[in-house]
Every structure is written in C-alpha cells, then in structure tokens.
C-alpha cells in the first residue's frame, strides 16, 4: 500500500518512516511538513494511507481530512488524546498517541491492510459489473414507477442531485430522473467510458465537443472539471490524443 507521512515535527516523521520500513505491506511515497504538500502528493500518486497529526500549523490534520473529497485510508498519531474522538467521527481507522511503539502501529497497520484487501475485492467485483454492463450495451433505471431501458450509446452525461439523478441522453429532450447516487452509476458505468470529472458529474468520453482545463463541452452543455479529478482527468485525456 501506498502511504504519506503528514507531520510538521521531524522526529515523530522519522519514527513513523523507520516503522514503514519494517512493514512488508506498506511503502513510503512521501514525507511532508505540511498541508499544501500532501495535497500535491495526493493530486499526483495514488496514495491508500496517511498516517497524520492532528495539530500542525496553518492547516490541521482534522482539518486537511475534512477538505478532501476522495478520502485515502489514515490514521491519526498525536500526543493529544483529546483529539481521538473527532477523529474517530471523521472515520480514522485508529488513533496512536505518540510517542507510537511499533506493536501499536503494526496493529493499525494490520487494520489498514484487512480493510484495503476488502476494497480490493469489492474494486474486483465492481470491475466484473462494469464489464456486464459494457457487454449488454444497455442500463435499467426506474422512473415515475417505470423501468426504462436507456442504451449507453445515448447517454450524453449525468448529474448527481444529493437523493437522485438526471441522465441527459441524445434521444429525449428531457432528462431521466431516478432515484439514486452518482457513485452507485460510477460503479455501474464502464470508467473508461463513463469518467466522473466533478462531484456532480459523470460524462460520456463518446460525446465530448471540446476540453480545455476547466471545462468540458457537450452539446450545448459546459460540465465542469473538479478540482480533485482534473489531474487525472487530463492526463488520461492527454494520452488518448494524437
């Protein structure tokens, strides 16, 4: 698993660096002082793990987890046992009070690997239903208690309301609206069809007119492009062109 250290304090990074080194599982990326560095790390690697204090200048550790919309796995380490609980709220797999003793972070470490290794399996299955769905061209949504059959050919895009969808298609002039969530359609979809590039939005790289950084254009339509998927939106546009 890829992992970033977020500390300001140089002892405790290199504590926590020294322990990564011990954990066949776990592999270093990057050691960072502050927030605004971790935030470059994340825009460019994949990262799994974050192990994080949760006072540091400027910009906490609660603080820095609270900002991100696509969350890696972290784990806080602090000497402030004060902070445990609104990490624990923010959904920490653990807390470790510093100064951490190898056995404790072994046993969070071990924690970490069982949960990726249960994502693993789920990213498996979702891949096998991505697949079906590319192969039988079509999706089934329900609507105004009906089920309708809508061809992925004619998708344009899709939007994501908080309880339910839109989905824009070439043959209507008016969306189809269900009840249900962006990220249940982005397991649905086939990703290297159907890329989500906002929060609100996923699109069909078949309809696209024009891309440029903020934005992109389909039909009549500017989408845009999230701040935290547009590096990776970008570069995957920037390898498909000629």
């Avoid at 592999?27 to 971790?38: E, M, P, V």
């Avoid at 059959?149 to 209507?172: A, H, Q, R, V």
């Amino acid at each position: 698993m890829n992992c970033i250290i977020l500390d300001h304090e140089p002892l405790s990074q290199n504590i926590i660096a020294d322990y990564i080194e011990q954990v066949p599982f776990l592999k270093l990326k990057s050691k960072c002082t502050s927030a605004f560095q971790a935030y470059d790390i994340l825009q460019n690697y994949k990262i799994n793990l974050i192990f994080l204090d949760t006072r540091m200048p400027q910009v906490s550790g609660i603080d820095f987890i609270k900002s991100l919309e696509d969350k890696p796995m972290f784990i806080f380490t602090s000497a402030h046992t004060e902070d445990a609980i609104e990490g624990f709220n923010l959904n920490a797999l653990d807390f470790l009070v510093k100064p951490v003793a190898f056995d404790r972070f072994l046993k969070a470490s071990n924690k970490a690997y069982e949960y990726f290794n249960l994502k693993e399996l789920k990213a498996d299955k979702i891949r096998g239903r991505n697949e079906a769905t590319l192969n039988s061209g079509f999706i089934l949504v329900k609507s105004d208690y009906k089920t309708i059959k809508i061809n992925l050919k004619d998708i344009l895009y899709i939007e994501g309301l908080k309880d339910y969808i839109k989905i824009y298609t070439l043959t209507s002039n008016k969306p189809v609206i269900t009840l249900n969530s962006l990220k249940n359609m982005e397991q649905t979809l086939p990703a290297e069809k159907f890329p989500r590039i906002h929060k609100s939005y996923i699109i069909s790289l078949d309809h696209i007119k024009i891309i440029n950084k903020a934005q992109v254009i389909i039909g009549e339509t500017y989408i845009p492009i999230g701040e935290s998927y547009k590096n990776y939106f970008l570069a995957e546009m920037e390898n498909r062109r000629l």
